[in-house]
T-cell receptor, first 117, second 114 residues
Framework: AQKITQTQPGMFVQEKEAVTLDCTYD???????LFWYKQPSSGEMIFLIY??????QNATEGRYSLNFQKARKSANLVISASQLGDSAMYFC??????????????FGKGTLLTVNP | DAGVIQSPRHEVTEMGQEVTLRCKPI?????LFWYRQTMMRGLELLIY????????DSGMPEDRFSAKMPNASFSTLKIQPSEPRDSAVYFC????????????FGPGTRLTVL
C-alpha cells in the first residue's frame, strides 16, 4: 500500500481563488510529520509547510494552510488567493516516527497545479 | 543564509563515463540526503548521512553508485560507470535534527547519460 496518496494528478484554479490539494497517508506510528513541497518548472524543491501529528492546530504559513484531519489520515494543502506563480507540482511527504528518530521522507506522486489568469 | 548548493546544475555524459555530483549543505545542518527523481519512480532516497557518517544507503541502486561526505560542508555522489538509465535529476537536501527535521533541497543536478 502506498504510504502517501495524492489522488489529483492535475488541478486547475482561477487566479485569486482558493484551491485544495489532497493528500492521504498511511502509517501505524502515533508520531509522524507531514510536509508539503512545491516544485516549479525550474525544478527546485521548495519547502512550504509542516504539520506534526501531535499538533492541535492546523499549520499555516502565509497563504498556505494545512487541513489536518488525523482520524481520516488526510493532510490537504490549501492555497488561498492563488497567484500565477503558484503554478507548479506539489508534493506531500511524510516522516514516520518522532523528530530526531527517523529522517526518511516518503513522497507522494505529486499534483500539478495550474493557475489560470 | 545560503541554501543547499549543488554542482553542476546540468551534466551530459556518455555511457561508461564516471560522473561526480557535488553538494554543499546548509551550514550547521547535521543531516545530508541524496535523492533521485525520475518520471517513472518519482523521488527516491538514495542515501543519507548524519555528522558525515552514512546512516542508510539502502536506496543506492547498485554498486556503481557511491557517496562520500569527507566533512560537514561537502558531499559527493559518484556513478561509475554511468548508464543511460541513470539519467535523472539528483537532489541533495540537508536538515538539522530537531522537532520537525525539515529537509531543505538544493536546486538539483540534471544528469543525462547518452
Amino acid at each position: 500500500a502506498q504510504k502517501i496518496t495524492q489522488t489529483q494528478p492535475g488541478m486547475f484554479v482561477q487566479e485569486k481563488e482558493a484551491v485544495t490539494l489532497d493528500c492521504t497517508y498511511d502509517t501505524s506510528d502515533q508520531s509522524y510529520g507531514l510536509f508539503w513541497y512545491k516544485q516549479p518548472s525550474s525544478g527546485e524543491m521548495i519547502f512550504l509547510i509542516y504539520q506534526g501529528s501531535y499538533d492541535e492546530q492546523n499549520a499555516t504559513e502565509g497563504r498556505y494552510s494545512l487541513n489536518f484531519q488525523k482520524a481520516r489520515k488526510s493532510a490537504n494543502l490549501v492555497i488561498s488567493a492563488s497567484q500565477l506563480g503558484d503554478s507548479a507540482m506539489y508534493f506531500c511527504a511524510m516522516r514516520e516516527g518522532s523528530g530526531g528518530s527517523n529522517y526518511k521522507l516518503t513522497f507522494g506522486k505529486g499534483t500539478l497545479l495550474t493557475v489560470n489568469p | 543564509d545560503a541554501g543547499v548548493i549543488q554542482s553542476p546544475r546540468h551534466e551530459v555524459t556518455e555511457m561508461g563515463q564516471e560522473v561526480t555530483l557535488r553538494c554543499k549543505p546548509i551550514s550547521g545542518h547535521d543531516y545530508l540526503f541524496w535523492y533521485r527523481q525520475t518520471m517513472m519512480r518519482g523521488l527516491e532516497l538514495l542515501i543519507y548521512f548524519n555528522n558525515n557518517v552514512p546512516i542508510d544507503d539502502s536506496g543506492m541502486p547498485e554498486d556503481r553508485f557511491s557517496a562520500k561526505m569527507p566533512n560537514a560542508s561537502f558531499s559527493t555522489l559518484k556513478i561509475q560507470p554511468s548508464e543511460p538509465r541513470d539519467s535523472a535529476v539528483y537532489f541533495c537536501a540537508s536538515s538539522l535534527a530537531g522537532t520537525t527535521d525539515t529537509q531543505y533541497f538544493g536546486p538539483g543536478t540534471r544528469l543525462t547519460v547518452l
